[in-house]
DNA sequence: ATTATGTGTGGAATCGATTCCATAATATAG
DNA sequence: CTATATTATGGAATCGATTCCACACATAAT
């Protein structure tokens, strides 16, 4: 691999016009910039990024934590931030904590130790601690699907959307709703989407019972027990049923197959997320898109425009559909 | 940020030393290295990586390409590789085509301008062109999910996989089998799998019509698009498809069901992949597990070997599992 | 004719590590 | 008591870029 200094020697220049040319900057004459262009391609001479990084201090690459990769969530969201990213010469460094939250803290200074140019955290909490150890590491974040004061974030409105679809349930009749949730230590997911089904209730003047809210983890056969619980306890069964993620939906949907209970006839059953899987259930269920390419778009672009000193965004709140299908 | 020479200062010691402390190497007195760890701590001094790898010419980086992280098993893969990798320090760098094989061929480029220490290649295809491409840019690559010769490569046993699932078929009493397929460009999924169908059906004695091969693409909608094609056009409708992703039966399943036609009863229906929701679906689907995370840490640790001159394979062959359920 | 401005170029310092080499002090062998 | 390892340390070159600064020359303004 050539160096700048070679490629000076061959076009017969000092190493600070090649450098001049590569980066479009100060003064060069045509003939100079021709010549050490030619040299450039004829040797197909690349410069290392490492000196270059070494006295820019810039790296363009952008650390991206997640808590799995596994489901669609944030698969999809590192796909928006990895299309957006590319279209500007950044590249992703992947932090995967397996939903090790300790991990978070280490990768968070790992990622600084990288110099990375930015991180983008897909967060699951939003502790002062990680708030304030984000704030210590002294490196541009973006949060992903959390809100966080002081930090910039790109979120859903997980409350709207939970207050709408349980509007909807109401307005198709229902009055007995149950709900699966996950720990509220998760604010968008745990807590936004169960204060806005609540709120929703209450100003409906509906009554919820205490057994048909369940507390549920990120995965399938949780529903599916979340479900059983429902429906085991309860003196007045409900009529249809929130889950906060689609897999706890499904989860549901297979504990309600399972006891020939019909969909929807006997039970309602509405997700969050629009994963792919939803449409081909049977039936397909109905769920909230929340365009999750989108916000790994949004938050590439933002993250971007701040290390850019453009303007840029503190906060964005996405907007999100209702796919009304047959599980209603 | 402190730099070595400050620590150097504050230790009263040289640069040379406190680099020896940083990296094991060399002669260092008890008392020396002592003072110098003491003023690390106190600092939180980290060295920085892009100096270091400008002299040493490694950067603890591997780059991965892949297809898609959307989908279950490259996500799956990723996983595996990024969980054994982080043990040995390593980060991952991503490259996500979506798709596009030409991109293939430039992010080799860009990684290895990155000066990755390696490369990891989730491939589709193994074209000539690309393995030349490979060997070209002269950094240590593997391959997963597709065999290459004289490249490095971790991949699945499919043909046998595929031949296993046909004669389990063919001992439940089924004599009318479908297939599945996708283009045979993707040597793995599209030649292989067919290839091992075939073979068991002709060990068989067993006649295949044209018509109960179809041909896909890697989606839920073109399994059912398939399995309406193999339906319709059948004077002998078979008793059984397969499909060669868990996907494309899922497809297959959405438009069975729509048609009222009883799976296992009047079609038996298998997949590949393990994929997680497999299990959930009504009925539970018959599928071929290839351990992707298994296949991913392994990737990562012959390719760690090769870097660090230890002895490796070049060529590893997975096992896989039938998981057997009431899909047949 | 003199000064100011714009254009073009290269020398040398710099970024922050690693590592070769020289040197000195101490310990061990002959 | 010399000769030879062994241990310990630091000076200086090096990796491959960027960038400040000085300088030369041509042109325009005074």
């Known amino acids: ?142 949060i992903v699907g959390q809100e966080a004061k002081g930090i910039m974030h790109v979120t859903y409105d997980d409350y709207h959307a939970a207050r709408e679809l349980t509007a909807f349930l109401i307005q198709k009749g229902h009055t007995q709703i149950a709900f699966i949730g996950v720990h509220e230590e998760d604010r968008a997911v745990g807590f936004l989407r169960k204060r806005g089904f609540l709120d929703e209730m209450t100003a409906n003047g509906l009554n919820v019972e205490l057994e048909w809210i369940q507390e549920g ?17 309860s003196v007045n069964t409900p009529t249809a049923t929130i889950a906060v993620t689609d897999r706890l939906a499904i989860g549901a949907m297979s504990y309600l197959k399972d006891k020939d209970i019909v969909i929807p006839d006997r039970m309602a059953l509405v997700g969050f997320g629009a994963s792919e899987i939803s449409q081909y259930l049977e039936p397909a269920l109905t769920t909230v898109d929340f365009q999750n390419e989108k916000a790994g778009e949004q938050a590439a672009n933002q993250l971007l425009a701040k290390l850019n000193a453009q303007t840029y965004q503190e906060k964005i709140i996405l907007d999100y559909r209702l796919l009304i299908r047959q599980s209603v």
Do not use: W
């Open 1 to 142: 691999m050539a160096t700048i200094k070679e490629i000076a020697e061959m076009a017969s220049v000092s190493r600070t016009t090649v450098s001049r040319v590569l980066n479009n900057s100060g003064y060069v004459s045509a003939e100079a910039r021709k010549r050490v262009e030619k040299v450039i391609e004829e040797t197909g001479y690349e410069p290392s990024i490492y000196a270059k990084s070494l006295r820019t201090k810039r790296t363009s690459v952008i650390g991206v934590i997640l808590p799995t990769i596994k489901t669609e969530t944030p698969s999809r969201i590192v796909t928006g931030l990895g299309s957006e990213l590319a279209k500007h010469g950044y590249q992703i460094l992947l932090a995967n904590t397996n939903l090790d939250k300790e991990k978070e803290y280490e990768y968070l200074d790992l990622l600084k130790t990288r110099q990375v140019d930015g991180i983008v955290l897909l967060a699951t909490n939003t502790d002062p601690k990680l708030i304030q150890k984000i704030k210590e590491i002294n490196v541009p974040v973006v």
């Open 217 to 233: 983890i990120f995965d399938i056969d949780s529903g599916k027990e979340s479900m059983g619980k429902i429906l085991k306890q």
